[in-house]
């Protein structure tokens, strides 16, 4: 066959065109005949009990389709994994911005009005709102001592090693909450008639999240629910658990009303209700051997959950198997918990805990190097895991990498050396300090441990009688090429052209459960699946006689319309296997955490200016392994857009919070990188391949989360002497810290207490 | 316009529209965006932050970059407004949102009407941007993608066959 490969090169993005010209429809470009506008009506104090609620008599309460919780014909939950948040507030209020009583009407300007006029008193109850005061077990908020969840991982005997270490080196990192600020606010529209049942169009990740919450939210069968996915301005995870919220209130009130209803969140409501980044607390006390070598230790994982336990659980789950980062420990023992908080729950956001969890492990590497005395890099390169050892969870290396090829390639790329001993020169004098910083560490590809298993992905791929393809899955396109990688890989599996095959847009009365759109999962879960569907269409057309093994794609277009013909249709379906040597305990936590790992090393080169106490940074190094890359050009967009992302978890993006609630839920005052605010961002991939994925591809979505922040706080540490250990780092941050002490107080890392 | 109209009456509002001339009866202070997006039906133009901040609602108002969302729709009486409706039909375009598929330029696309007519604005006064120029010609609109660097790839590589030609 002459066909060239389509697999590795970068074909242009499916639906491209439709979003240069502004021809793609998201969900607010879309109306309905006789539509309703939806609002919710939200909570004002952070926990309490609803005493009253009062209709302001001026409004016309009778041109309103007004929604309680008691309107609710199934379970009043949000259907996930523990179903214990409400989709409307019955009693009790947990956290700020919960929603209460949902509103329509067909004019949205006089919806915010109708809001306002809903009065509710509450009977407040005491409420937390940090990690130390959810500990501290004062108030209970949830279950019984406010856990949501706990992970414990041991590998050997870490009591054992504490007396042969050489240092005992200890460190508190955290991080903050991070919006995910998609450009594209939450939205759906929810249409319903007792026939059909309900039906939601909305901007969504997972379409059968929804498709579940909503079958136990309106105690409606499986055939009476219908989730379309629209195209989808960007989710970041962000998209992945909310949109069931949403689809829920939007449905309900399209139950009430028997008329369409869209509910589309302003930007005020999507920042100050939806979820976020969990914040984290790390805590890391290791043992060390005079060559820097870690010989064991304990490390401690916190994240706040907020007030319900929604995906905190598997966000901690990815957090902790995470947490020793690329790392040889001979023994470790991990304690990682979930706490519940009366802020609005936290979620998914690209990287799911890994970037917490990573952000402290590099940043205490660069602590053992200064307490040991050697170099980032030396101390790094003494303890990268290499083939036939085995992580934290006690997964062996199977594969080939070189950790050291992948630090030694990146620190020739961004000049490192040279700069470091220019830097340290030039530093001397001046107000500009230049810093050159590094950071090594690993993204696991799809769910975690059985969690693949649990899934039991099913993806279809279906031929046309002109030839054309369909490659069936509910996985969802929301910027990351989605839609063209798959397309790729069952063209390439089929030997067509780019052209021939088409993805199905996500419509669970169309499409099968291939999963939710997460965990940087579907090119290389999905996607191999895909691969495999689509020979099965190829080889039902072989074994019938109608096609031989080398064809053109004529031929195969001929060979369909004839299988057609006979037999209506011709599809092929796939259904997850999991490979047989993936071993995973889920009591012990231990085993096979991830059916393969991407690595990579980053270099970020920062200014810290003294007179301002601004950091930029002025050029980013990403070296990563990832497999095969399917399509260059959309890889290379996926980390230059995470690495951006992770640029603003370090340096710009602070949450502040009042009793729970967010108060700069604004994009004028909460921060994101804009097109002045970036270095380049280098990009260079290494592929090893791998045996699981389509092609050899692995996961390569949130892996460039991970890196950046501990990356620019070394450079930031190289900068000005202070290994901060705290993000987001704004130049308060950096002002209160230099001028605590004296201006010539060296910041020597042996110098103890703060940073 | 009438401008005897009450602070709750609509009034009658007339503009050229991607070079359609337009008459609507408004609210004089709903915004441009709201009525390119529900009476005009041009779903193209995106809202992103309803603020003026992230860009995603860039037209052309007489020939200036404006963020429609800020824009009371009495301010654009007689004016000629060009949406990413209007700007895909110009030759001179074609080139620019070519060049956003093949870097990488796109990726959700909610940013990128917008995004596509600042680089326009940018291309008409700077016929060869440096980086610098480019940066700072799109510094009004917000993605949250693509880490830009595509974006900035697509417009440079534009410019390159603009002059090329």
């Known amino acids: 066959m002459t066909v060239p490969h389509i697999v590795g090169s970068s074909v242009p993005r499916k639906e491209g065109w439709?979003?240069?010209?502004?021809?793609?429809?998201?969900?607010?470009?879309?109306?309905?005949?006789?539509?309703?506008?939806?609002?919710?009506?939200?909570?004002?104090?952070?926990?309490?009990?609803?005493?009253?609620?009062?209709?302001?008599?001026?409004?016309?309460?009778?041109?309103?389709?007004?929604?309680?919780?008691?309107?609710?014909?199934?379970?009043?939950?949000?259907?996930?994994?523990?179903?214990?948040?409400?989709?409307?507030?019955?009693?009790?209020?947990?956290?700020?911005?919960?929603?209460?009583?949902?509103?329509?009407?067909?004019?949205?300007?006089?919806?915010?009005?109708?809001?306002?006029?809903?009065?509710?008193?509450?009977?407040?109850?005491?409420?937390?709102?940090?990690?130390?005061?959810?500990?501290?077990?004062?108030?209970?908020?949830?279950?019984?001592?406010?856990?949501?969840?706990?992970?414990?991982?041991?590998?050997?005997d870490v009591d054992s090693v504490w007396k042969e270490a050489a240092h005992i080196v200890e460190g508190e990192y955290s991080t903050g909450a991070q919006e995910q600020l998609y450009i594209e606010n939450n939205g759906v529209i929810a249409d319903y008639d007792p026939e059909h049942g309900v039906t939601v169009w909305g901007s969504l990740q997972c379409p059968y999240y929804v498709h579940k919450a909503l079958m136990t939210l309106g105690g409606l069968p499986e055939n009476k629910i219908r989730v379309v996915q629209m195209e989808t301005g960007g989710a970041f995870g962000g998209k992945e658990e909310y949109p069931s919220m949403i689809a829920g209130h939007a449905a309900l009130l399209a139950i009430k009303s028997g008329r369409p209803v869209k509910i589309v969140y302003d930007r005020m409501e999507d920042m100050v209700a939806t979820t976020k980044r969990h914040p984290s607390r790390t805590r890391h006390r290791t043992a060390v051997g005079k060559d820097g070598k870690i010989l064991g230790g304990e490390i401690e994982f916190t994240i706040d959950g907020g007030a319900y336990a929604t995906l905190s659980s598997v966000v901690l789950s990815r957090g902790t198997i995470h947490a020793g980062g690329p790392y040889h420990w001979p023994c470790v023992c991990i304690r990682t918990k979930a706490v519940a908080t009366n802020t609005p729950p936290h979620g998914a956001f690209r990287g799911f805990g890994a970037p917490q969890s990573l952000f402290a492990m590099e940043r205490h590497m660069d602590r053992i190097a200064h307490v040991v005395g050697i170099s980032p890099v030396e101390v790094r390169r003494r303890n990268f895991l290499k083939p036939g050892q085995s992580t934290t969870t006690q997964q062996v290396i199977r594969e080939e990498i070189d950790l050291h090829h992948f630090l030694d390639r990146a620190l020739e790329l961004s000049d490192y050396a040279a700069k470091k001993k220019r830097f340290a020169e030039e530093n001397k004098i001046g107000a500009r300090k230049k810093g050159i910083g590094i950071a090594a560490f690993l993204h696991g590809a799809g769910f975690t441990g059985s969690g693949e298993r649990y899934l039991n992905s099913l993806v279809g791929v279906e031929a046309a009688a002109d030839g054309t393809v369909h490659v069936l899955v509910s996985s969802a396109e929301f910027g990351q090429g989605t839609n063209t990688v798959l397309c790729q890989i069952a063209a390439e599996a089929l030997g067509l052209p780019y052209e021939n095959v088409a993805i199905a847009q996500p419509d669970t009365t169309v499409v099968p459960n291939s999963g939710p759109t997460v965990?940087?999962?579907?090119?290389?879960?999905?996607?191999?699946?895909?691969?495999?569907?689509?020979?099965?269409?190829?080889?039902?057309?072989?074994?019938?006689?109608?096609?031989?093994?080398?064809?053109?794609?004529?031929?195969?277009?001929?060979?369909?319309?004839?299988?057609?013909?006979?037999?209506?249709?011709?599809?092929?379906?796939?259904?997850?296997?999991?490979?047989?040597?993936?071993?995973?305990?889920?009591?012990?936590?231990?085993g096979e955490a991830y059916a393969a790992f991407a690595w990579a090393v980053y270099v970020a080169e920062v200014t810290v200016d003294l007179t301002t106490y601004a950091v930029s940074v002025d050029d980013f190094v990403a070296l990563q392994e990832v497999g095969k890359v399917i399509n260059p050009v959309l890889a290379e967009g996926q980390i230059t857009g995470g690495v951006a992302q992770a640029i603003g978890f370090a340096l710009y993006e602070k949450v502040l919070w009042q009793n729970g609630r967010m108060l700069n839920n604004q994009m004028t005052n909460y921060i994101m990188p804009g097109s002045l605010d970036l270095p380049p961002i280098r990009v260079f991939f290494e592929e090893l391949g791998n045996v699981h994925g389509a092609h050899g591809a692995k996961g390569i979505g949130e892996l460039p989360m991970d890196g950046p922040a501990p990356a620019i706080l070394s450079a930031v540490e190289d900068a000005t002497g202070v290994p901060f250990r705290s993000i987001p780092l704004l130049p308060e941050d950096l002002f209160e810290a230099l001028h605590d002490e004296p201006m010539e107080q060296d910041f020597s890392p042996s110098t103890r207490g703060r940073a | 316009m009438n401008t005897s109209a009450g602070r709750n009456t609509k009034c009658e509002i007339s503009f050229t529209v991607n070079g359609e001339k337009k008459r609507v009866l408004v609210h004089?202070?709903?915004?441009?965006?709201?009525?390119?997006?529900?009476?005009?039906?041009?779903?193209?133009?995106?809202?992103?932050?309803?603020?003026?901040?992230?860009?995603?609602?860039?037209?052309?108002?007489?020939?200036?970059?404006?963020?429609?969302?800020?824009?009371?729709?009495?301010?654009?009486?007689?004016?000629?407004?060009?949406?990413?409706?209007?700007?895909?039909?110009?030759?001179?375009?074609?080139?620019?949102?070519?060049?956003?598929?093949?870097?990488?330029?796109?990726?959700?696309?909610?940013?990128?009407?917008?995004?596509?007519?600042?680089?326009?604005?940018?291309?008409?006064?700077?016929?060869?941007?440096?980086?610098?120029?480019?940066?700072?010609?799109?510094?009004?609109?917000l993605c949250r993608c693509t880490g830009y660097m595509q974006i900035f790839e697509a417009v440079a590589s534009a410019a390159r066959r603009r002059v090329a030609k």
């Open chain 1, 18 to 156: 439709d979003k240069v010209t502004g021809a793609a429809r998201y969900v607010d470009d879309m109306v309905l005949p006789g539509m309703l506008y939806g609002a919710t009506v939200r909570s004002s104090i952070a926990r309490g009990k609803i005493r009253n609620i009062s209709f302001d008599p001026s409004i016309p309460w009778g041109e309103f389709v007004v929604v309680t919780s008691k309107d609710i014909p199934g379970k009043n939950c949000i259907a996930l994994i523990l179903d214990d948040q409400p989709c409307l507030v019955s009693e009790t209020v947990n956290h700020p911005e919960e929603p209460i009583l949902l509103l329509a009407h067909p004019d949205r300007h006089k919806l915010r009005k109708a809001v306002d006029a809903v009065a509710i008193e509450y009977d407040p109850l005491p409420s937390i709102h940090s990690i130390e005061e959810s500990e501290r077990k004062s108030t209970i908020i949830w279950g019984t001592d406010n856990i949501l969840k706990s992970y414990l991982v041991e590998k050997g």
């Open chain 1, 519 to 590: 965990a940087s999962r579907t090119a290389m879960i999905v996607g191999k699946l895909v691969q495999s569907a689509a020979q099965g269409i190829k080889q039902t057309l072989v074994k019938t006689g109608l096609l031989g093994d080398n064809y053109a794609p004529r031929q195969f277009r001929a060979a369909c319309a004839q299988y057609i013909a006979a037999n209506e249709t011709l599809k092929s379906y796939a259904r997850y296997e999991a490979p047989g040597n993936v071993y995973w305990d889920d009591e012990k936590y231990r």
């Open chain 2, 28 to 141: 004089p202070m709903e915004r441009l965006l709201d009525v390119l997006r529900h009476e005009l039906e041009l779903t193209g133009t995106k809202e992103g932050c309803g603020e003026g901040e992230c860009g995603s609602c860039s037209v052309l108002l007489d020939s200036m970059l404006v963020n429609s969302c800020l824009v009371p729709v009495a301010q654009a009486n007689g004016a000629s407004i060009i949406t990413i409706e209007g700007i895909s039909t110009r030759d001179l375009v074609k080139p620019l949102q070519e060049a956003f598929l093949e870097c990488g330029g796109a990726q959700c696309g909610i940013c990128t009407p917008g995004m596509i007519l600042a680089a326009v604005h940018l291309l008409e006064k700077t016929s060869a941007p440096a980086l610098a120029d480019i940066r700072e010609g799109l510094s009004g609109n």
